[in-house]
Each structure stands twice: as structure tokens, then as C-alpha cells.
């Protein structure tokens, strides 16, 4: 899960830069939280309780600092800064982070979820599945009206969410 999210932070930023997207860049900011978050996880393996909520909360405020960067991009494109971004890239790239999450849910589905810390996993992983299919009907929207609109307020609901799961992961780590 880890090499997954890595790697697909690498090819959604270099998309979503190069296509002018902002889901893509949204979606690869969460895919690099995720990423240190599974790197989180695999130290406290057979750690105490304690030492598992901590690490969640590390989870939850990195989500937190990546929700507030990304809100802010957001309204530097509504303020007029951006294009129109290319909606095939943004269809395609979306469709293989979705599959990757998927395998990354799958294996999470397959371990004892009631730690803290894969509680956490888990719902970053949820959350990128529901990004990924709002980053595709996105891309759809954004053919359909020629405008940058359907990428600006996908991006806005993607750090919405990031910021909900943030809260999420932090009430866990209590």
C-alpha cells in the first residue's frame, strides 16, 4: 500500500501539473499523506496502544496542514489563475489511482482494522476511492462545458473531504 500510494503521488502530481488539473494535484497530495501514513503505521507495528493513537494523530494533523494548502491553491485558480485543463488526462490517471486504491482498501479489509492506526488507513483510503470517481465525473464535466469550473469545485469537495477525514483520524487518536 505503501509503494502504491508513492508511486501514484509521483504520476498524479506530474499530471495534474503538466494537464493543468486541480483534482489531480488534490488527489496526489492525499496519495502522499496516505503514503506517510502507511510509513507511520509499519513503525508502530507491535507498538503500545498509546504509541498507535499517537501516530494517528500525526495522520490526522498531516491531513489537516494538506486540506488548508490545498484550499488555498483552490482559491488562487478561482481567483483567476489557471486553464482549462485536459480532461482525457484527467479521466485516465483518475481510473488508475481508483484501481490502485481499490487494491490498497482490499488489503486493508484483509487486516484487524480496530487499531487506531488502520482505522486511520482505512479512511484515507475510503475517502481516495470517493476522490477518484469525483475526479473522473470531473473530467466528464470539464468536456461537456469547456471551463476549469467542474475542476474547480471538485478540487474544493477533495479538500473537503481530506479536511473531514482529518477530523475523523484526530477523534480516533483521542
Not at 496542514?65 to 489557471?82: K, S
Not at 481508483?98 to 488507513?121: D, F, K, P, Y
Not at 475517502?127 to 476549469?148: H, K, P
Request: proline letters at 1%; aromatic letters at 10%.
Amino acid at each position: 500500500m505503501l509503494g502504491i500510494n508513492a508511486a501514484f503521488f509521483v504520476v498524479e502530481m506530474a499530471f495534474g501539473l503538466i494537464s493543468g488539473y486541480m483534482g489531480l494535484v488534490a488527489d496526489s497530495l492525499d496519495m502522499l499523506a496516505d503514503a506517510l501514513v502507511y510509513a507511520l503505521s509499519l513503525l508502530v507495528v507491535g507498538a503500545a496502544v498509546a504509541r498507535k493513537k499517537q501516530i494517528a494523530g500525526y495522520s490526522g494533523y498531516l491531513q489537516l496542514g494538506l486540506a488548508i494548502m490545498g484550499f488555498a491553491q483552490v482559491i488562487r485558480r478561482f481567483l483567476g489563475y489557471g486553464e482549462v485543463p485536459d480532461f482525457k488526462v484527467m479521466i485516465v490517471v483518475a481510473a488508475l489511482a481508483l484501481i490502485g486504491n481499490a487494491v490498497c482498501l482490499w488489503l486493508i479489509q484483509q487486516t484487524n482494522r480496530g487499531e487506531a492506526h488502520m482505522e486511520a488507513s482505512y479512511i484515507f483510503t475510503s475517502n481516495d476511492i470517493i476522490i477518484n470517481f469525483g475526479v473522473i465525473i470531473s473530467g466528464v464535466l470539464v468536456y461537456l462545458t469547456a471551463t476549469r469550473w467542474p475542476d474547480l469545485v471538485v478540487g474544493s469537495i477533495v479538500f473537503a473531504i481530506v479536511l473531514r477525514g482529518a477530523f475523523r483520524i484526530l477523534k480516533l487518536s483521542k
